[in-house]
């Protein structure tokens, strides 16, 4: 009984040190980064993990009848990849929302988001932006028989829809401080709580309300842009090399007419001439 006992606390001992050991590795070792424009460089079939939106129609939409995410971003993604890897790689695609796409990033879950992201100072100070790879502006969307056509009418008694994480939330207090902003967590949300009444309006980027207004034509713009939401896919910042790749990529697919197609292909119809 005795020794079992001591052999118990010898081994307690020895897990403690390993845990000390360790503790200590973790403090003084450098903790490298793996560097991503070296995977897509070296490896055979490097795969690129991209963080695109899973409810964001016409950008990143979950198709249940193919069982997958499909959007302009999913292609824009896919086309980089091609472009990066010479057709050697694979893409990986990550859900994200505006909320959880920067902690996924930095924590190293994503390589890249391209997730109808604005450009914005406030984000450059935590992440590395590509060049703007499509130009959006902000708006209202509102049931077809509202009152509301712009963002002047809005008054106290309003209540506007955001999704959290968004410029549109923030854009909202800042330009119309008398609504009462709902923030919800991401765009089906967003919709269907407008559908049931829960706000007068929903605010994000035209681009995306045209997106549901695609599928629900019972709903109409109010109004004209009323902020320039500029995307730009965000890296982060220790990996400038892939950055310098993806910008590169980005130059590849607007020179050789890639990126006109997948524009046409999901904007054609409800962009039209607009760029
Ligand atoms: N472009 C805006 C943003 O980056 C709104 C769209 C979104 O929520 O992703 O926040």
């Given amino acids: 009984m005795r020794k079992f006992k001591k052999i118990k606390k010898f081994k307690a001992l020895i897990l403690l040190f390993s845990a000390l050991l360790f503790l200590v590795g973790c403090g003084t070792g450098t903790a490298t980064v793996p560097n991503i424009a070296d995977r897509v460089l070296t490896q055979e079939k490097p795969v690129l993990r991209w963080g695109v939106k899973a409810d964001t129609k016409l950008f990143g939409y979950y198709n249940i009848g193919k069982g997958e995410i499909e959007g302009f971003d999913v292609d824009i993604a896919k086309a980089l990849t091609d472009v990066m890897t010479d057709g050697r790689g694979e893409v990986e695609l990550i859900e994200v929302t505006s909320k959880t796409r920067i902690p996924l990033l930095l924590n190293g879950n994503i390589d890249g988001i391209v997730a109808t992201m604005t450009i914005s100072p406030a984000r450059e100070e935590v992440v590395d932006f590509t060049q703007v790879y499509f130009d959006a502006g902000q708006s209202l969307l509102v049931p077809n028989d509202s009152h509301l056509n712009g963002l002047d009418d809005l008054t106290a008694e309003d ?106 292909k999901w904007f054609g119809e409800v962009l039209g001439g607009e760029e």
């Fill in 159 to 264: 209540t506007v829809i955001a999704i959290k994480g968004s410029t549109s939330a923030q854009n909202i207090r800042d330009l119309a401080q008398q609504v009462t902003v709902l923030e919800l967590e991401n765009y089906s949300e967003g919709f269907v709580a407008l559908q049931s009444g829960q706000g007068d309006a929903l605010t994000t980027d035209n681009a995306i309300l045209l997106g549901m207004i695609s599928e629900n034509n019972n709903y109409r713009l109010a109004g004209e842009n009323f902020t320039e939401e500029p995307y730009g896919i965000a890296i982060s910042p220790e990996q400038t090399e892939f950055l310098a790749l993806a910008n590169e990529a980005l130059d590849t697919i607007q020179e050789n007419g890639v990126y006109d197609q997948i524009y046409d």
